[in-house]
């Protein structure tokens, strides 16, 4: 259990509040207000001190108040609503637990949501409908972050979340449906997402929106593009998510006049400003097309600065590609994108390699030179498998000498067993 040490806090009800006349809010509702205004850590504390002050440590709503904003708030410190559990015997009814996993499942540890949940287990809380929709977005969150393969992460996790919902005879609602399109989606299992996805008798755009933007992201951009077409022949209308998806999906097809199409119709038919995304993913769609010189006075027409990622598009579109203009491209791209990320040691590597790939060796040493300098380095490339629910990272240039010895005294020693079979 951890338990945290309450400080001083300063008073935060009036003077004389205990003799204040009737038409004053009782002190239940006035914690209940505070808590509700409450906009910081800092500020939680000072309400829990005074609710206990108050004697009023053991009303069981009260405290689950408290550990709603610990959990779900902006300014959420799950540590803290962890110890609220325990402390004050609110671990016997599933809502608390449910706002714990929710709160790990939109932080930077969702890894966390998992082991509450089998604690959830352990003690024989039974989970009820609203509890596996947040653990399934852990799972979609663990397969999506940077980190991933040094995390959990796997796709048999999330298919032991799904077979907990099936074991226990839940009906498959829009909500709990959309978290598993999700998440199989998102770890590339586009064939059960879609099985799942087609058992739903109802559909909110989210749903849609994960359907879509999975097809796109694993290269099925025409068979996303046709359920786009669906979507909008049905009641649902499309929100900025879809239009992520049905760009990325033009993008990967080559459809430029479809992609200009779609995200023209964003805001003037569905009234959805585009955001940094969507112009990212419109340069996108230009310069896989080898349209670099389009893409360019796209971006000088932007009525947004473009964020670096933009300008990394451009020139990484560049560096491969003969264009008219293109001297002038390339130069305002690197010019920009250094501006914006100075200290990105994959930004120097990528201009480095552009003045190798012309023959220009002076400047690309220069540029490794200045890396060199500045102590910046690239992250390496990785790659990750999963094998019997264990994930295991490959990284560029990574030496597997050491576990290589032992891959190949097995082989030998195979490879002298099929010999003595006379295989």
């Known amino acids: 259990m951890v338990r945290l040490r309450i400080s001083a806090v300063h008073q935060i009800f009036p003077p004389n509040a205990h003799n204040s006349n009737s038409n004053f809010l009782s002190r239940k509702h006035q914690f209940l207000s505070l808590i509700k205004l409450c906009s910081s850590p800092n500020h939680l504390f000072q309400i829990h001190s005074q609710i206990i002050v108050s004697g009023l440590q053991n009303d069981s709503f009260l405290t689950t108040e408290l550990l709603r904003f610990a959990a779900l708030s902006p300014s959420r410190n799950l540590s803290y609503a962890r110890s609220l559990l325990f402390r004050y015997n609110l671990h016997f009814s599933p809502f608390p637990w449910n706002c714990i996993i929710r709160g790990y499942a939109s932080s930077d540890s969702p890894r966390e949501a998992i082991w509450v949940f089998e604690d959830m287990r352990r003690r024989g809380i039974r989970p009820n409908n609203l509890t596996f929709p947040f653990l399934i977005k852990a799972c979609a969150t663990l397969t999506t972050l940077q980190e991933a393969c040094a995390e959990l992460g796997n796709l048999s996790l999330g298919r032991w979340v799904h077979s907990q919902v099936v074991e226990r005879g839940m ?3 829009v909500q709990l ?30 749903t849609w929106s994960a359907m879509i933007l999975g ?16 979507m909008m022949s049905s009641s649902v209308t499309p929100n900025y998510v879809t239009f992520i998806g049905v760009l990325c999906a033009c993008s990967h097809a080559g459809l430029v006049d479809k992609g200009y199409h779609y995200f023209n119709i964003m805001e003037r038919v569905y009234g959805i400003k585009p955001m940094m995304i969507h112009y990212g993913s419109m340069v996108d769609v230009l310069c896989r097309a080898s349209r670099v010189k389009e893409a360019y006075e796209f971006i000088m027409r932007m009525p947004v600065e473009p964020d670096p990622i933009v300008w990394r598009t451009l020139l990484s579109a560049c560096s491969a590609r003969d264009v008219d203009g293109g001297a002038q491209v390339v130069e305002e791209a690197r010019k920009r994108l250094l ?7 994959g930004n120097v590597v990528m201009v480095a390699n552009m003045f190798a790939e012309v023959g220009m060796w002076k400047q690309a040493a220069d540029c490794r030179r200045a890396m060199k300098d500045g102590g910046m380095k690239k992250m390496a490339g990785e790659s990750c498998v999963e094998v019997g629910g264990s994930l295991r990272k490959f990284f560029s240039g990574f030496d597997g000498r050491a576990d290589s010895d032992g891959i190949y005294d097995l082989l030998d020693g195979l490879n002298l067993h099929m010999q003595m079979v006379n295989f």
Not at 339 to 345: A, T, V, Y
Request: proline residues 2%; contains cysteine; glycine residues 8%.
């Open 215 to 230: 097809l796109a992201q694993h290269g099925f951009a025409n068979e996303a593009i046709e359920l786009f077409t669906n």
């Open 171 to 173: 009906v498959l609602n």
């Open 177 to 206: 449906g959309t978290a598993l399109v999700d998440m199989y989606a998102k770890s590339g299992d586009v064939g059960c997402a879609r099985l799942v996805f087609n058992c739903l008798k109802q559909r909110s755009v989210w």
């Open 339 to 345: 501006e914006l990320e100075p200290k990105r040691g």
